[in-house]
Nanobody
Framework: QVQLVESGGGLVQAGGSLRLSCAAS????????MGWYRQAPGKQRELVAT???????HYADSVEGRFAISRDNAKNTVHLQMNSLKPEDTAVYYC?????????WGQGTQVTVSS
């Protein structure tokens, strides 16, 4: 069983930056995708950014150019550097690890951007 533990959320003013981190425990092998999703109050969970174990990266249009995802395959960690934050980025951010036969989620970390 794999557990995902997120850290780095908090309160920041608009225009500021935050860095989220997620560490996966347990044995992970083969192709997989680690990434970040978010869910704002009253809205559906949406993709923010993903990075495959081979390096392929995908960003939501709303964060392209402001957020940067990175991962360390040896340490089973994924990070999300969030710059130029906007109030509409306020949400609970969830770490995700998905493979051919599994799909794990973290407990979520709150990001609040004040105007």
């Amino acid at each position: 069983q794999v557990q995902l533990v997120e850290s780095g959320g908090g309160l920041v003013q608009a225009g500021g930056s935050l860095r989220l981190s997620c560490a996966a425990s347990g044995s992970i092998s083969g192709f997989n995708v680690m990434g970040w999703y978010r869910q704002a109050p009253g809205k559906q969970r949406e993709l923010v950014a993903t990075m495959a174990s081979g390096g392929n990266i995908h960003y939501a249009d709303s964060v392209e150019g402001r957020f940067a995802i990175s991962r360390d395959n040896a340490k089973n960690t994924v990070h999300l550097q969030m710059n130029s934050l906007k109030p509409e980025d306020t949400a609970v951010y969830y770490c995700n690890l998905a493979g051919p036969r599994y799909d794990y989620w973290g407990q979520g970390t709150q990001v609040t951007v004040s105007s």
